[in-house]
């Protein structure tokens, strides 16, 4: 459903991916994705050119946040205040801030 909802909205561009994670994400992960931020800080978020999380992996995590082993939440869940498509840029976002997987040999 998700990849029909994307078809049917039209093209996306970078500029809109970086907007809908400026005004969504960038609070705690910085728009570097680093999470130098005071917010980021304060909770202990992840410097996302680390995440090796897959596409569903990071959908899930937005959707219902994150916990760790002790029930404690370490990134609350936003995807209820976030459409389809916002939810699947700021996934390209995320994506975005990886190093480039080294060539074959």
Same mark, same amino acid.
């Given at each position: 459903m998700?990849?029909?909802?994307?078809v049917c909205a039209g093209p996306v561009s970078a500029d809109d991916d970086?907007? &809908?994670?400026?005004?969504r994400c960038a609070a705690c992960h910085?728009?570097?994705g *680093?999470?130098?931020t005071a917010q980021g800080r304060k909770l202990k978020a992840k410097d996302l050119r680390d995440s090796r999380l897959a596409?569903?992996?990071?959908?899930?995590q937005i959707r219902e946040g994150s916990r760790? %082993?002790?029930?404690l939440s370490v990134m609350p869940a &936003?995807?209820?205040?976030?459409?389809?498509?916002?939810i699947a840029a700021a996934i390209r976002v995320v994506k975005a801030f *990886?190093?480039?997987?080294?060539?074959? %040999?």
């Open positions: 998700l990849g029909l909802l994307l970086a907007a &809908v994670f400026e005004n910085g728009t570097d *680093r999470a130098r596409d569903a992996d990071l959908e899930r760790i %082993k002790t029930g &936003v995807g209820n205040d976030m459409t389809d498509a916002e *990886r190093p480039p997987a080294p060539a074959a %040999k």
